[in-house]
C-alpha cells in the first residue's frame, strides 16, 4: 500500500518553462489536494477535487491548472513557470465528507520546485 | 478566505519544559484537526476535534477544542527533541465544490537539550 506517491521529488525549472506535478493515490479516496508551503506561510491551498471530473480553486489558484480524469490520479500543471512558483508542492488525499466536515488527509512526500 | 489564525510562529524551548500552540478562528467551527511535520518531512495528521470543549490526549501531548468551537490548542508536557517540528492546525471550509482544509501558519517548536 504505497498511499500517496508524488513525481518528482525534486525540479528545477526555467521562467516559462511548464511542466506538471504527478500525484496518484491507491486508497480509493474520493478528495484530493495539492498545497504549496513556502517559509512563514504555512500550508495553501492550490486546488482541490471531491472525485473524478470535479475540481475547484484554493486560496491560490493562479498559474496552475488541474483536472481529475480518474479517482486515482489528480496532476498539477504549471502552465509558464515563474520564480514565484518556488516552493515545495504536497498532494493530500482523503475521505469526502459533506455537510462541512472533513477527513484527515495523507500527504505525499512533496515536490521541491525551484524557477530560475 | 483568511487563514485560521495560529500563535506563536516559533518557540524554542529547553528540554523537559511545557509548550502550548493556539489556533483561533472568527467563525465557529464544525471540527478541527491537527498535524506535525517534521523538519524535512510532510505534515501527519495527528488528531480530530469535533465536540464542543472537547479534550483528548495521546501521551504528553492534549488538545483542547474550545467550548464556543473558535479556538483550539495542543499542549506538550515535558518537551523531547523527538517533539522538535511544525504544528499545524486546519479548518474545514464550504468551498463550491465541497469542503476543504485550510491550514493554519503553524508553530515551529525547536527543542535544545
Known amino acids: 500500500n504505497a498511499g500517496v506517491t508524488q513525481t518528482p521529488k525534486f525540479q528545477v525549472l526555467k521562467t516559462g518553462q511548464s511542466m506538471t506535478l504527478q500525484c496518484a493515490q491507491d486508497m480509493n479516496h474520493e478528495y484530493m489536494s495539492w498545497y504549496r508551503q513556502d517559509p512563514g506561510m504555512g500550508l495553501r491551498l492550490i486546488h482541490y477535487?471531491?472525485?473524478?471530473?470535479?475540481?475547484d480553486q484554493g486560496e491560490v489558484p493562479n498559474g496552475y491548472n488541474v483536472s481529475r480524469s480518474t479517482t486515482e490520479d489528480f496532476p498539477l500543471r504549471l502552465l509558464s513557470a515563474a520564480p514565484s512558483q518556488t516552493s515545495v508542492y504536497f498532494c493530500?488525499?482523503?475521505?469526502?465528507?459533506?455537510?462541512?466536515?472533513?477527513?484527515?488527509?495523507?500527504f505525499g512526500n512533496g515536490t521541491r520546485l525551484t524557477v530560475t | 478566505g483568511q487563514q485560521v489564525m495560529q500563535i506563536p510562529q516559533y518557540q524554542h524551548v529547553q528540554e523537559g519544559e511545557d509548550f502550548t500552540t493556539y489556533c483561533n478562528s472568527s467563525t465557529t467551527l464544525s471540527n478541527i484537526q491537527w498535524y506535525k511535520q517534521r523538519p524535512g518531512g510532510h505534515p501527519v495528521f495527528l488528531i480530530q476535534l469535533v465536540k464542543s470543549g472537547e479534550v483528548k490526549k495521546q501521551k504528553r501531548l492534549t488538545f483542547q477544542f474550545g467550548e464556543a468551537k473558535k479556538n483550539s490548542s495542543l499542549h506538550i508536557t515535558a518537551t523531547q527533541t523527538t517533539d522538535v517540528g511544525t504544528y499545524f492546525c486546519a479548518e474545514p471550509r464550504v468551498r463550491q465544490a465541497g469542503t476543504a482544509l485550510i491550514f493554519g501558519k503553524g508553530t515551529t517548536l525547536s527543542v535544545s537539550s
Open positions: 493530500a488525499s482523503s475521505y469526502s465528507r459533506g455537510g462541512g466536515l472533513a477527513s484527515p488527509l495523507h
Open positions: 477535487s471531491v472525485g473524478a471530473g470535479i475540481t
